[in-house]
């Protein structure tokens, strides 16, 4: 799967977090710790929790329990702990800094663990007094600032659920999660900026019924609204509320591909100590580290990087614009001026700055990580080489909400492949064909043989979705309902979702695996791919693609496509769009892109940033399955 590009020295090595880890109990190599955690996972989690420094407010009884069966194994039993503990209330007395922040129009500063705690301690007591309660599901809809990150805390210091919800949503994408989750608070902010233009949202806001309203800058508070920092002022502080290691923290909405979002539970055992054992070594966070991942409050990664950061003693930093506003040198000028050393992107982010030709490096950052999507090489590369300087590690890390964390990471330890992943520690990771067998070096599905301690505890009022979604298929392990390939060495690479996969007169690809592909002609910056219903083949591949709309850049992509993986895979179909139909944190909705096309219902698209495309695929899928191909 390509040359190693990236091959870290001795000293190098033996720096990373990871491989203290392993030092520590006499284990050699970083890939004898890996055999390791998957098969005495026992010593592993306790060896991780006393590695990052964990701590149970009441000792746990036994790792785990699965008298109830595999997927509702029970971890850390037994054990008291809170993540607000953990990740703030503990540095109490240090003055260092928690948060960095800067908004899109300038301002910045940082808020020390000292003062987290004070805010957060005051706005859980007027929580309290606001008859929150220990299970109380409490919303929050706002842009990533530092005050997201505190409502966020003083909702689990009391033992209330936090639900965050993406920034972006339509009210109604809010309203439908409001009434799923039973939330009667909702923090949000009275307006925001994107791109320079004022966004008001309280309005909109104040139209969800029977919900009390918690606002940033609120001037006029109405009846069941109060503002933000007014609470804070008038909080009576209140401690860390020792919490059950199973009892709930976080509760995150993944959008299905057809239907309502499933709500799933993230505990405050499991779910933290899974998060934090993820950031100290595949981010490699060290004390004086500065974590700046491009993310959404109601993303997974947000709340990751937050607790991540914060449980290690050091900073996240957190920014509510545009990272291409007002141009392309936002993201660098943002990295300069909070000194940030740790950043986190997508490979949409790439592509978007690579079509505009920026190669600066970003100085200063020691490991980038990367998730959302599969890379394309030549994306990869171009992060690789022209970011990084041929020399700062990519951490690809895949995960999903569903577990809040990751099941692969590649990691600053290893050597690296283009676009790469590693076996996530601890997590039992493989890949099993239709039948449920292990196989190498061929595309299947992801699963994992064990359970994890941040898996889901199940959907929110739906338990037999739960073991339908990810139990269903192979029974006694884990689906991620990802289609990946793994190697003998340890490394994977990923081709999709698995119900994306496209079946040509027998023969598997993945999307991804074609879309790697087209990315190699010369002429196109993107591309999606998907399979047609075909009367004689089954499926048919068509190609959606941004770049130059010339035929010979569609012939050029057709025999690219027969040339590197054969001419049963011939695309039906090319089709130039100006723009893919992506979720609102870059992925690309090919099922949005299938559906489209053969005119069906498309099913949820709260997740969705721009809903025009859908009528100009459906009119462009009517016109060619009817035989006219003009495009």
């Known amino acids: 799967m390509g040359e190693y590009v990236y091959i870290p020295d001795s000293e190098k090595v033996s720096n990373t977090n990871i491989m203290k880890l392993a030092s520590k109990h006499g284990i050699g190599t970083i890939r004898e710790l890996y055999e390791r955690a998957d098969q005495d996972r026992e010593w592993f989690w306790k060896a991780v929790i006393e590695d990052c420094n964990v701590e149970f407010t009441k000792p746990y009884l036994k790792i785990t329990d699965d008298s109830l069966g595999k997927m509702w194994t029970r971890w850390f039993v037994g054990g008291g702990i809170n993540i607000v503990w953990n990740c703030v209330e503990r540095y109490r007395e240090s003055g260092e800094a928690a948060i960095v922040f800067e908004t899109e129009d ?60 993406f920034s972006g949503y339509g009210i109604e994408a809010v309203s439908t999660r409001v009434r799923d989750a039973g939330i009667k608070i909702l923090f949000t902010v009275s307006s925001t900026t994107r791109k320079g233009k004022h966004i008001d949202v309280i309005d909109s806001v104040r139209s969800i019924e029977g919900i009390t309203i918690i606002a940033l800058n609120l001037q006029t508070p109405g009846a069941n609204e109060h503002d933000f920092y007014s609470l804070v002022s008038t909080g009576a502080y209140v401690k860390s509320v020792e919490m059950e290691s199973e009892e709930p923290a976080i509760m995150l909405y993944t959008s299905g591909t057809t239907g309502k979002p499933k709500g799933t539970m993230h505990v405050h055992g499991g779910s933290f100590i899974n998060i934090v054992k993820e950031v100290k070594y595949y981010m490699d966070f060290k004390k004086g580290d500065r974590l700046f991942w491009i993310t959404d409050l109601g993303w997974m990664m947000g709340p990751w990087a937050i607790i991540g950061s914060n449980a290690l003693g050091g900073a996240i930093f957190v920014y509510d614009g545009a990272i291409d506003y007002p141009d392309s040198t936002r993201t660098w000028k943002l990295i300069e001026r909070n000194k940030i050393t740790l950043l ?31 890379w394309d090489n030549e994306s990869w590369m171009w992060l690789f080489e022209q970011f990084g300087g041929s020399n700062t590690p990519i951490s690809n890390v895949s995960g999903g909400t569903d577990i809040i964390g990751c099941f692969l990471a590649s990691n600053p330890a290893l050597p690296l492949k283009p676009r790469c992943l590693y076996r996530g520690l601890g997590m039992d990771v493989s890949v099993f064909n239709e039948e449920g067998n292990e196989v190498y070096d061929t595309v299947g599905y992801l699963v994992s043989k064990s359970h994890c301690p941040s898996m889901t505890r199940g959907i929110w009022k739906d338990p037999e979705k739960y073991r339908e979604a990810y139990w269903g298929k192979f029974g006694d392990a884990w689906s991620q309902g990802d289609w990946a390939e793994m190697d003998r060495e340890g490394y994977f690479y990923l081709y999709g979702r698995s119900d994306e996969v496209i079946k040509v007169s027998g023969k598997r690809v993945g999307p991804n695996e074609i879309e790697n592909v087209v990315m190699n002609v010369k002429g196109v910056l993107e591309s ?67 559906k489209a096309f053969m005119g069906e219902n498309i099913g949820d698209t709260s997740n969705m940033e721009d809903l025009n495309i859908i009528s100009e695929v459906s009119i462009i899928g009517n016109r060619m399955r009817s035989g006219n191909h003009g495009d």
Request: hydrophobic share 40%; aromatic share 6%.
């Open 528 to 594: 999606a791919a998907t399979g047609i219903p075909d009367e004689i083949k089954g499926e048919a591949i068509c190609i959606f693609y941004l770049g130059i709309n010339e035929e010979s850049i569609k012939r050029s992509i057709a025999e690219q496509v027969e040339k590197d993986l054969g001419k049963s895979f011939s695309p039906k179909y090319i089709i130039h769009l100006e723009r893919l139909p992506k979720t609102r944190n870059g992925k690309i909705m090919r099922r949005i892109l299938r």
């Open 106 to 165: 300038g301002i910045s500063g940082e808020v020390s663990f000292s003062k987290l705690d004070e805010i957060t301690g005051k706005l859980a007591g007027s929580l309290k007094k606001l008859g929150v309660k220990r299970g109380d599901r409490i919303g929050i809809y706002m842009p990533l600032l530092k005050e997201s990150i505190m409502a966020m805390y003083s909702i689990m210091r009391i033992g209330a659920i936090a639900v965050p919800m």
């Open 344 to 374: 986190g992107l997508s490979p949409t982010f790439v592509r978007l700055l690579k079509h505009r030709g920026i190669r600066e490096p970003m100085h200063g950052i020691r490991v980038f990580g990367s998730t959302g999507e599969p």
